[in-house]
């Protein structure tokens, strides 16, 4: 029997292997955000980041929302709101997209070998979206990855209101 504070769960996590239930929490919560159709994705997002996320577009560089943004704060799916990349792990790569060494979380991307273009890169995705692509070309000191980003398939939280917006978890 589990009592309201789930007592016998807490017994056996050791137990089934799992060293941290709220990393599991967050799992099945991030695997659990509503899925949308194609028509509320496209009454829910601009042109540009339907075709950016939904068909995996890559958008102007130098011509997109956060390639510059300098603020603190950090990015989430402009789909479901996941926490993906924050403002501290971004970086100036000369490219024009927003770069960052890291994800905020490593488990809610996901990579994908992609052979369009004639070239094979890797691709970033969420459950339901394109992001970009990552390369190992980024700062050394720091990992040596690149995620370049599609800022539209991004919205950003700036800190000041990150706990107002449910990410308190992030305020650093």
């Not at 996320?53 to 603190?72: A, I, L, M, S, V």
């Not at 070998?113 to 990552?134: A, C, M, P, Q």
């Not at 980003?149 to 992030?170: C, D, H, R, T, V």
Request: glycine share 8%; hydrophobic share 25%; with cysteine.
């Amino acid at each position: 029997m589990v009592d309201k504070a789930g007592n016998l769960i807490k017994r056996w996590i050791p137990a089934l292997g799992i060293s941290d239930l709220s990393e599991q929490v967050r799992s099945t919560s991030n695997s659990q955000k509503k899925t949308y159709t194609d028509a509320e994705l496209r009454k829910k997002l601009t042109p540009l980041q339907y075709k950016v996320t939904q068909e995996g577009y890559t958008e102007p560089p130098f011509h997109n929302e956060y390639w510059d943004n300098k603020e603190e704060g950090i990015y989430v799916d402009i789909i479901d709101g996941t926490p993906l990349f924050s403002s501290t792990d971004k970086f100036d790569s000369g490219t024009g997209w927003p770069s960052f060494t890291k994800t905020i979380e490593e488990n809610f991307v996901s990579e994908h070998e992609d052979n369009s273009h004639n070239t094979t890169r890797t691709e970033v995705k969420t459950k339901g979206s394109h992001l970009g692509h990552v390369f190992d070309d980024g700062p050394v000191e720091h990992g040596g990855k690149r995620y370049c980003i599609n800022s539209a398939a991004l919205k950003f939280i700036p800190k000041a209101q990150l706990k107002a917006q449910g990410y308190e978890k992030y305020l650093k």
